[in-house]
């Protein structure tokens, strides 16, 4: 058996190429993510997104973005914020389940995007309470990330320090770290 090529193939640059995105690839990202399952079927994500063809609109996601993100995001010809309805339909009872169903969604959009050649990096540093005045989000709905969305770029065209964060090894804990049998902190070695 083998991790699927999508799961290994997936990454978050910060060199983005100024390519556009085509119409056609972003519609079937965000078709990607409509098939996500969710709690009671409520399909609670939200994405509002802007392409650089539409500068004010992108610049206004763009604002949303702390300072050390817009140093590197501002080639990114895609800009998404990322939103989670909090309470479900029925009853209007808080979903306490809206991030971990939101994040699915998310999941589906990265590995379709990385099945059509594209790039995403994902982004926690960006300030929710401009994102929701300059977006107009409405009460009930909270923006949980931001995303830049492109074709790689030019790692050369980086700072030196994001450059080294951009070509150094990618990691990840091993499974022992995260994965327990039966209880609590009973890792599995497999």
Same mark, same amino acid.
Not at 171 to 178: A, I, V, W, Y
């Given at each position: 058996? /083998?991790?699927?090529?999508? $799961?290994?193939? &997936?990454?978050? #640059?910060?060199?983005?190429?100024?390519? #556009?995105?085509?119409?056609?690839?972003?519609?079937?990202?965000?078709?990607?993510?409509?098939?996500?399952?969710?709690?009671?079927? +409520?399909?609670?994500?939200?994405?509002?997104?802007?392409?650089? =063809?539409?500068?004010?609109?992108?610049?206004?996601?763009? =604002?949303?973005?702390?300072?050390?993100?817009?140093?590197?995001? *501002?080639?990114? !010809?895609?800009?998404?914020? $990322?939103?989670?309805?909090? +309470?479900?339909?029925?009853?209007?009872? #808080?979903?306490?389940?809206?991030?971990?169903?939101?994040?699915?969604?998310?999941?589906?959009?990265?590995?379709?995007?990385? +099945?059509?050649?594209?790039?995403?990096?994902?982004?926690?540093?960006?300030?929710? +309470?401009?994102?929701?005045?300059?977006?107009? $989000?409405? =009460?009930?709905? *909270? !923006? $949980?990330?931001?995303?830049?969305?492109?074709?790689?770029?030019?790692?050369?065209?980086?700072?030196? /320090?994001?450059?080294? &964060?951009?070509?150094?090894?990618?990691?990840?804990?091993?499974?022992?770290?995260?994965?327990?049998?039966?209880?609590?902190?009973?890792?599995?070695?497999?």
């Amino acid at each position: 058996m /083998q991790l699927n090529k999508l $799961i290994e193939q &997936r990454w978050s #640059p910060r060199a983005f190429s100024s390519k #556009p995105v085509e119409l056609e690839k972003l519609e079937l990202l965000f078709e990607a993510a409509r098939w996500a399952s969710s709690s009671m079927n +409520e399909q609670p994500w939200r994405f509002i997104y802007a392409t650089k =063809d539409e500068r004010e609109k992108w610049q206004k996601l763009f =604002d949303t973005l702390v300072e050390a993100n817009q140093v590197w995001a *501002e080639k990114a !010809p895609v800009l998404m914020a $990322i939103v989670s309805k909090s +309470e479900f339909d029925y009853k209007n009872k #808080p979903n306490k389940h809206a991030w971990y169903d939101t994040g699915q969604a998310v999941g589906n959009l990265l590995l379709q995007a990385t +099945e059509l050649g594209l790039f995403a990096h994902q982004m926690g540093g960006f300030f929710p +309470e401009k994102a929701k005045d300059l977006l107009k $989000i409405p =009460d009930g709905y *909270e !923006p $949980i990330a931001m995303m830049a969305l492109g074709y790689l770029g030019n790692t050369d065209e980086l700072s030196e /320090q994001l450059r080294e &964060r951009e070509t150094a090894p990618r990691t990840r804990n091993e499974l022992s770290k995260f994965v327990s049998k039966g209880s609590w902190n009973n890792p599995v070695h497999v």
